[in-house]
T-cell receptor, first 113, second 115 residues
Framework: AQSVTQLGSHVSVSEGALVLLRCNYS??????LFWYVQYPNQGLQLLLK??????LVKGINGFEAEFKKSETSFHLTKPSAHMSDAAEYFC???????????FGTGTKLQVIP | DAGVTQSPTHLIKTRGQQVTLRCSPI?????VSWYQQVLGQGPQFIFQ???????GRGNFPDRFSARQFPNYSSELNVNALLLGDSALYLC??????????????FGPGTRLTVL
């Protein structure tokens, strides 16, 4: 069994401020972990993923996430928020493949000018 | 290269009707997965097909069925529609069924409204 918890359904940051979106997971097998972004009325775009190896993962648009097994966390960060980062972000976990990928409930990021 | 395409974009049906949604994967991709995203929630896995065989099924009733064609395109069928089936249906394609180096690409979705 696997699950994902995203803390905070809405997060607001000022333009230029640090973005931190929290994700905790549970998985009975070594997990694959993902962060996706969804803009209004669009599909999901992969930001980054962790499978094995280096625990700090760099993705597109300046985002990165760190896999912390001891904390079962995979938080998403970006040093400086841009207005274009305003969107909904989903964390997801998979038990080694895409079968039964489990998504979190999402965090809507608002960027304030 | 074209991305994942889905048709139709929007669809309105009434309770009890049947609906078919279509997905064309990225060229060279052999796996297609279907997800249901209810408003305000994250996507939920429905099916995965790889090389025309079902590789995974989520916790959905038998009213939901799917198939994959020789050209790797896919259809999702939903029978006896309920109001609760109103959602954005997302299709995703990948080269394999989910290897470490593989990436899943999502289409724009089909918005289904059941009245």
């Amino acid at each position: 069994a696997q699950s994902v918890t995203q803390l905070g359904s809405h997060v607001s940051v000022s333009e230029g401020a640090l973005v931190l979106l929290r994700c905790n997971y549970s998985s009975s097998v070594p997990p694959y972990l993902f962060w996706y972004v969804q803009y209004p009325n669009q599909g999901l775009q992969l930001l980054l993923k962790y499978t094995t190896g280096a625990t700090l993962v760099k993705g597109i648009n300046g985002f990165e996430a760190e896999f912390k097994k001891s904390e079962t966390s995979f938080h998403l960060t970006k040093p400086s928020a841009h207005m274009s980062d305003a969107a909904e972000y989903f964390c997801a976990v998979a038990g080694g493949g895409y079968q039964k990928v489990t998504f979190g409930t999402g965090t809507k990021l608002q960027v304030i000018p | 290269d074209a991305g994942v395409t889905q048709s139709p974009t929007h669809l309105i049906k009434t309770r009890g009707q049947q609906v078919t949604l279509r997905c064309s994967p990225i060229s060279g991709h052999k796996s297609v997965s279907w997800y249901q995203q209810v408003l305000g929630q994250g996507p939920q896995f429905i099916f995965q097909y790889y090389e025309k065989e079902e590789r995974g099924r989520g916790n959905f009733p038998d009213r939901f069925s799917a198939r994959q064609f020789p050209n790797y395109s896919s259809e999702l069928n939903v029978n006896a529609l309920l109001l609760g089936d109103s959602a954005l249906y997302l299709c995703a394609s990948s080269r394999t069924s989910g290897g470490r180096t593989d990436t899943q690409y999502f289409g724009p979705g089909t918005r289904l409204t059941v009245l």
